[in-house]
């Protein structure tokens, strides 16, 4: 047996018929990842113009994605009952089930292409967008950010309340024209390929979008990395921008007093628990993007599973996102990453974050705060009142809701959203 070899087994197989099996094993050839296939969402490329963009995800890439969901090779379940290793396989499993026999992605298709969809070239990239004008003359234009891990999904059920108050209760003087933007890297925007699309570039692409869509005055909105765009801009003050609302905590410093309160306490208890318990994946796509995306751009339930321990963890839902969002509305928001394989490009917005200085608190328009209760940091007015200083004109504690404010609680986001607005019509 000493004398046996790779190489004298080889060629002593090779009478027999054994060779063909480890001929088998050469390396595959790889397709370019840079041409499109019959899997591959093509996305119109974008121009200086505002281009109308219709959304057919090509049946294809659906049988690919079943195809995948029922080879799924899964791992054992978690050594604890609770979700402290991450999200439980149990429950993973009826997600993903509920996506392999019952999810409709062409139901979100055709709502997305309903309300309007666009395309258009802003400092080189090309972004995309919902644009829904509201009937009424004395709207004023609300430009709403989604962050990670959301998507122009977030604010579909507030579309309608916002641009028609009349047919769902509300008065004409809080009707607005929405603009809802996919972030660079994210849903049917393109993926930057070299660095710089950071948080200001973004900022200051989102004011040439709303000047090229002709408004003169608007106001924005935004939560997670929306929340911090949003904030941008208000340091920004573009020409027409009136005012932001927030539900989100920018400043990532927070203003503690001496001595704090008891609320701050509480805050600093919540923040330091995120810190110590709840933070990998903000390590882990701050620092190394790129290696993130090889899983989560070849498994749907990875995927799947990256995202749906977010909603477990940020949702105001005692840990069942199931009770507040639904299967479909939580697949909704997960296919907007997996359809054009936006993971690696999703998590770079991290990544520029962490190599860049954010920008001084130095705020220069009008801003308004709601604290939803399952926020990762319920902020205390007393940090805004710090923070945003004399520009703070509205603060409110919501009754309901978490990080996903206008995906989990609509009625109650719209509600703020026209508040704040009342005080600068």
Do not use: C
């Amino acid at each position: 047996m000493s004398g046996l070899t790779r190489r004298g087994l080889l060629r002593a197989s090779a009478g027999v018929g054994v060779v063909a099996p480890f001929a088998s094993l050469a390396a595959p050839a790889f397709a370019d990842p840079t041409e499109l296939t019959d899997l591959d969402i093509a996305l119109p490329p974008a121009t200086d113009a505002v281009t109308p963009f219709r959304l057919n995800v090509p049946e294809a890439a659906l049988i690919d994605l079943r195809r995948r969901l029922a080879a799924t090779r899964w791992p054992e379940r978690e050594t604890v009952t609770d979700a402290s290793q991450g999200a439980q396989l149990d429950r993973v499993r009826k997600l993903v089930h509920h996506w392999l026999t019952k999810y409709d992605w062409r139901r979100l298709e055709a709502r997305l292409n309903s309300f309007g969809q666009f395309r258009t070239k802003l400092d080189g990239l090309g972004i995309h967008f919902l644009h829904v004008r509201s009937k009424h003359q004395n709207a004023i234009p609300l430009l709403l950010t989604h962050g990670w891990p959301g998507s122009v999904v977030e604010f579909l059920n507030v579309i309608g309340p916002l641009t028609d108050p009349v047919a769902f209760g509300g008065q004409t003087e809080d009707a607005f024209h929405v603009v809802v933007p996919s972030l660079p890297g994210y849903g049917f925007s393109d993926k930057p390929s070299s660095p710089g699309w950071n948080v200001t570039r973004t900022a200051n692409a989102w004011a040439e979008l709303m000047r090229r869509l002709g408004y003169r005055r608007f106001i924005a909105q935004g939560g997670d990395w929306g929340g911090v765009v949003t904030a941008e801009l208000a340091k920004i003050k573009p020409a027409g921008l009136a005012g932001i609302h927030l539900n989100f905590f920018s400043t990532f410093t927070p203003p503690i007093g001496d001595p704090p309160t008891k609320e701050e306490l509480d805050a600093l208890a919540k923040l330091q628990k995120f810190q110590a318990d709840g933070s990998g994946y903000f390590q882990e796509q701050g620092t190394r993007p790129q290696q993130v995306g090889y899983g989560l751009t070849d498994s749907p339930v990875g995927q799947a599973a990256w995202i749906y321990e977010k909603f477990t963890e940020w949702t105001d839902s005692d840990g069942h996102p199931e009770s507040v969002l639904g299967y479909d509305q939580m697949l909704d928001d997960i296919m907007v990453y997996w359809l054009p394989a936006t993971a690696a490009a999703s998590a770079r917005f991290y990544w520029e974050f962490g190599r860049g200085q954010p920008s001084p608190d130095v705020f220069r328009v009008p801003i308004g705060f709601t604290v939803f209760p399952g926020e990762v940091l319920p902020v205390p007015r007393v940090w805004a009142e710090r923070v945003y200083k004399e520009n703070l004109i509205y603060f409110n504690k919501a009754a309901r809701g978490g990080h996903f404010a206008a995906f989990e609680q609509p009625a109650i986001f719209t509600e703020e959203v026209r508040r704040f607005a009342r005080l600068l019509r």
